[in-house]
């Protein structure tokens, strides 16, 4: 196995996007960051330095961090903050996991521009399940402000209403062609003829469920958040904000130029970017036009599905299996059932420049009715670590405190959730099973909820009120898919299982940022096992302090 060493300095850079120049957050100046490419078994040290004028702190989206919640990264739950002039060296091992995952900034909105791709190779030797193409190509989507994009999240916050709506979705860093000044930077993927490629898509956006299709080409779906999958083809994919899907693509078609490109699946009645991101594939000795105007024949364009194609999101998501027969947890010890969905604050003034939400609210979001908020003066995991008082409490409900019709008509009453830094306790190696339930509170709306920590099988899900005397008989318990982030269905719910074996603090939050600004989010705190490896490690002594 391999030690990587690498050092990430966070700087702003001008960047230059839609015609304007941005000084924008960057990692050693790249936008997106750089690529990491690591096998199984590896390990990493990685020193973040920050040359910014913000607090940063970086998180290894999916990487599991056995009994080493200390390099996770989410700001003031494992760790605080990194301020400016200071630096911290993230220590992992990567144990048992291969495939797409990334990397990006866990400090309020600085991963809008901090994120790249996370590559894990199997062990050497080790073959996958699957005939493995010799290309790999990363597509990095993502969502680009003509602005700061702290000032858009300064304004969300202040004013108590929903944050601006962004200007571009981005491949690879680039709006490309179908926005202003773009035409030069689009990024063109050249391929042979014949050639099969792996494309590993990664959804890097604020707040944007995407849909992502290359005109004319198939993709087979093979793996999803660094899990295999039983292999099918579809020419479309759904994508979520934190989660990655490889595919492979075949250059079957007459050589030219094709369009690859994203744009909204917005399940929600709010406005949202409703623009379109393209990357050319390009094959190789691709005919010109002839004659006169000479030069390249345009692009084809894919067929996208309608923006709130929620049938075609939905197929999507059905479709995933597990590579092979899945150890699910076949019992379980910890039922939990949590809501997910928005919420308005009611403002004793109304008409002040603070409440400019729907009627003079501002906006909330809550699980099982709490609203999380940050500690600031130390993080949950060193709190829970040092037996510390007063950072969080631990009275997080495992089921609402009010249960209702999750399909709409709810009560203006119960719109409103309380604030708290709230925990649920898990005793180790406990079998969890999470039913997810929009609240459908504002706008029935797709919450794609992230677990640090862990991976876990998606063992149902559907539209409504999740009745759990019927719907539990229809679980896949065989080969559900693994994951590390999954969308509640917008008015629906959707269940999971996994075994509480890494203990530490992990934060569960829904990856749509505007939503995790306004609360959506708590922490689980897995209780140490027995063993010396069954224990929380000691935490490193340039550990962060608040
Ligand atoms: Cu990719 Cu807590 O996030």
Redesign the pocket.
């Given at each position: 196995a391999e030690h990587h060493v690498q050092q990430f300095v966070i700087q702003p850079r001008p960047v230059k996007r839609l015609c304007r120049t941005h000084q924008s957050i960057t990692v050693n100046g790249q936008f997106p960051g750089p690529t990491l490419i690591v096998r199984n078994g590896d390990s990493l040290a990685i020193t973040v330095i920050n040359r910014a004028r913000y607090n940063i702190s970086i998180?290894w989206?999916?990487i599991r961090q056995l009994r080493n919640p200390w390099a996770d990264?989410?700001e003031y739950?494992t760790q605080c903050p990194i301020r400016p002039g200071q630096s911290y060296t993230y220590r992992f091992k990567i144990e048992d996991q291969e495939g797409t995952l990334?990397w990006?900034a866990?400090s309020r909105w600085l991963?809008a521009t901090v994120y790249g791709a996370l590559i894990i190779y199997p062990r050497l030797g080790v073959p996958y399940p699957f005939s493995m193409p010799k290309r790999d190509i990363p597509i990095l989507l993502g969502e680009w402000w003509d602005r700061n994009p702290m000032d858009v999240l300064r304004q969300a916050q202040f004013t108590g209403a929903a944050a601006n709506v962004s200007d571009a979705y981005t491949i690879n860093g680039q709006p490309g062609d179908l926005y202003r000044c773009s035409r030069a930077g689009t990024i063109r993927f050249p391929i042979f003829p014949g050639e099969t490629v792996q494309l590993r898509v990664i959804n890097a956006a604020m707040n944007q469920e995407l849909f992502f299709s290359v005109a004319n080409h198939q993709f087979t779906v093979v793996e999803t958040d660094s899990a295999y999958t039983k292999p099918f083809t579809t020419s479309v994919i759904m994508i979520g904000?934190?989660q990655t899907t490889n595919v492979l693509l075949t250059a079957n078609q007459r050589p030219g130029r094709y369009y690859m490109a994203a744009r909204a699946y917005n399940s929600a009645n709010a406005p949202f970017d409703n623009t379109t991101t393209t990357a050319i594939l390009q094959y190789v000795n691709a005919p010109t036009r002839r004659g006169r105007g000479r030069g390249q024949i345009a692009p084809v364009f894919p067929v996208l599905p309608g923006f709130n194609d929620t049938a075609t999101a939905t197929a999507f998501t059905n479709r995933l299996r597990y590579w092979k027969r899945a150890p699910v947890p076949q019992q379980v010890d910890e039922n939990l059932f949590f809501t997910v969905g928005l919420g308005l604050i009611n403002c004793s003034n109304p008409n002040s420049p603070r409440c400019q939400g729907p009627n003079g609210t501002r906006f909330a979001a809550s699980m099982n009715n709490m609203s999380f908020v940050l500690p600031r003066s130390n993080s949950v995991m060193q709190a829970y670590y040092q037996g510390m008082p007063g950072i969080f409490t631990t009275d997080f409900p495992p089921v609402p405190p009010v249960q209702f019709d999750y399909t709409g008509n709810v009560s203006r009453g119960l719109w409103q959730p309380i604030k708290g830094t709230k925990a649920y306790k898990l005793k180790y190696k406990a079998n969890v099973q999470i039913v997810l339930q929009d609240t459908s509170i504002v706008t029935p709306e797709n919450h794609p909820m992230?677990l640090?920590g862990y991976q876990f099988y998606v063992v149902g899900s559907g539209f409504g009120n999740f009745n759990p005397r019927t719907d539990p008989a229809r679980f896949n318990l065989f080969d559900p898919p693994e994951r590390?982030?999954i969308g509640t269905p917008p008015g629906g719910w959707v269940a999971i299982r996994f075994v509480a074996d890494n203990p530490g603090a992990w934060?569960m939050?829904c990856?749509i940022d505007s939503h995790?600004g306004w609360g959506l989010a708590m922490v689980f705190l897995v209780e140490n096992g027995r063993g010396r490896l069954q224990s929380v490690q000691a935490p490193p002594l340039d550990l962060p302090r608040c």
């Open positions: 998180h989206h999916g990264g989410p739950i990334w990006h866990h991963r904000p934190g992230h640090h590390n982030t934060f939050h990856h995790l």
